[in-house]
């Protein structure tokens, strides 16, 4: 049989029964490309970079998640009939992007060959341990692009096919102690020295873990002590009818409140300001009990150096409050000096701050008294400004 007037196999682009070729019509296979980059030829070049036929350079994990081109040529490059051959191929593949530090990409190395291995219908003891060594690569490279918890993860895993993989149980060490799991890192280590031969940087990391424990502990009973001094006062200020509009400062870098426990007696941070001046006094402890006309005595006993009008005397100063029931705030002048902190408060109801503010003003200018009321706001900008300044 010659085979010239035959077409085995319907051939295309030869009719049975004629020796003669006719040419065949491809031009729906560009049909894709042609309507959509036929009007903008960068368009064009740029998709031809991102062909796998035209790449001129490896496709990292993110080309690969963004082109269906390149992701179908990744499972035809892992649809094998031997699962575990590939997996040994790919976990080849994963040590060698490894070695070159090239992370994410031998990450997918082995999550491909984990995989591979996972699909079989049985897992025997040899299968087990290569699972245990794959889940172990993988968590070195996580713990290298800084993924402390997937790394964690990742070396469970592995101990769950073989608890006794020495490599497993350092780097789980390693996880547990950078994420303070102190007491993991101590338990992990205690059985990696039962499985170590040489045990001496195991034994390193379970001792400075011990250290890492007892501080953190220690720290841990003192922002419980801390909190708790923090509620207490937060509940007698409460059971005063005061509430503070702002949340409880950092007291690195603010004053706060303090309460004696044994006899129930708040005491606050007071900035007294002096708006005939523009200056203020600060006190870190004014006692509630404390009325205002005793604690203003004892700072005014002496004249105060700025006082050149010899205005502030303990029997002509008014102090002021501000009062947050209104909008905008405005000041309101205390009716009785002798008033004590506690009753001045519960009457003022609001307060802006942990750090109380007050105004004091000489009575014998009415003038001053009555500029200071109609340009409140005008005065607390000055002295913020001032205050700022120094």
């Not at 699962?83 to 976990?91: A, G, N």
């Not at 245990?132 to 713990?143: C, E, G, K, S, W």
């Not at 009575?363 to 700022?388: A, G, P, R, V, W």
Request: net charge negative; hydrophobic share 35%; charged share 30%.
């Amino acid at each position: 049989m010659d085979g010239a007037s035959e077409n085995p196999g319907n051939l295309p682009g030869v009719r049975a029964g004629e020796g003669e070729e006719e040419e065949e019509d491809v031009s729906h296979l560009n049909e894709g490309v042609t309507l959509k980059y036929s009007e903008n030829v960068e368009d064009l070049l740029a998709y031809l970079k991102s062909h796998p036929m035209f790449m001129t350079k490896e496709p990292t994990v993110e080309d690969i998640d963004n082109n269906p081109l390149l992701q179908g040529i990744q499972a035809l490059k892992y649809d094998q009939d031997n699962p575990l051959e590939y997996s040994e191929e790919l976990k080849e593949e994963g040590n060698d992007l490894f070695k070159k530090k090239k992370y994410r990409e031998a990450i997918v190395s082995y999550s491909e060959a984990i995989k591979q291995v996972e699909s079989l219908p049985e897992l025997d003891h040899p299968s087990k341990d290569f699972l245990a060594v794959l889940y172990t690569n993988r968590a070195a490279a996580q713990y290298y692009l800084g993924n402390r918890r997937s790394a964690m993860l990742d070396a469970t895993n592995a101990l769950k096919h073989k608890p006794d993989h020495l490599k497993a149980l350092q780097r789980l060490c390693l996880c547990f102690f950078e994420l303070e799991y102190y007491e993991d890192c101590i338990k992990t280590c205690t059985v990696a020295l039962a499985v170590s031969k040489d045990g001496i940087k195991i034994k390193s990391w379970k001792d400075d873990a011990g250290k890492k424990l007892k501080l953190k502990q220690r720290n841990e009973r003192k922002e419980q002590l801390k909190q708790q001094k923090i509620k207490n006062v937060q509940t007698a200020i409460q059971s005063r009818g005061v509430k503070v509009k702002t949340k409880w400062p950092d007291e690195s870098f603010a004053p706060v409140p303090s309460l004696d426990t044994a006899l129930g007696v708040l005491s606050w941070p007071v900035t007294f300001f002096y708006p005939e001046y523009l200056e203020c006094d600060f006190i870190e402890s004014f006692e509630e009990s404390c009325s205002f006309y005793e604690q203003l005595l004892m700072m005014f006993d002496t004249k105060a150096p700025w006082d050149t009008n010899d205005s502030h005397t303990i029997d002509n100063l008014i102090v002021y409050y501000e009062d947050f029931t209104e909008t905008p705030p405005k000041p309101v002048p205390l009716e009785r000096p002798k008033i004590p902190l506690k009753d001045a408060l519960t009457k003022q109801q609001v307060v802006d701050d942990y750090h109380l503010s007050y105004f004091v003003l000489p009575k014998n200018n009415s003038k001053l008294n009555e500029l200071f009321s109609s340009n409140f706001s005008k005065f607390k900008l000055k002295f913020k400004e001032k205050l700022h300044s120094k």
